[in-house]
């Protein structure tokens, strides 16, 4: 009853940018933290952003300043910006939400169909 559904993923030559989005919809009360994941081929998924309700993120290390993520509560969307790509950002980027869905008290987790990103040398 709630769909994650993430676009802006493709090629892009290495020093390049590319701006993910993911919109949430279906039977959503609310929508608290967001975040961004990603998984290489042969690695496990990691945290790549987080971001909550309020506006306040967290980066993972590793993503050096490079990374932006922002969210439209208005429109229950997050966004990533992703600038000076490298071919180590090659992955497939996962949006991911924690949901109070309607008529429901608690909380579960939604993840999108995922967008690949192929950053060339």
């Known amino acids: 009853q709630v769909q994650l559904v993430e676009s802006g993923g493709g090629l892009v030559q290495a020093g390049g940018s590319l701006r993910l989005s993911c919109a949430a919809s279906?039977?959503?009360?609310?929508?608290?933290?967001m975040a961004w994941y990603r998984q290489a081929p042969g690695k496990q998924r990691e945290l790549v952003a987080e971001?909550?309700?309020?506006?306040?993120?967290n980066y993972a290390a590793s993503m050096r300043g490079r990374f932006t993520i922002s969210r439209d509560n208005a429109e229950n969307t997050v966004y990533l910006q992703m600038n000076n790509l490298t071919p180590e950002d090659t992955a497939v980027y996962y949006c991911?939400?924690?949901?109070?869905?309607?008529?429901?008290?608690?909380?579960?987790?939604?993840w999108g169909q995922g967008t690949q990103v192929t950053v060339s040398s």
């Open positions: 991911n939400a924690e949901v109070t869905p309607s008529g429901v008290i608690g909380i579960a987790y939604y």
């Open positions: 279906g039977s959503i009360f609310k929508i608290n933290n």
């Open positions: 971001i909550t309700s309020g506006g306040r993120a």
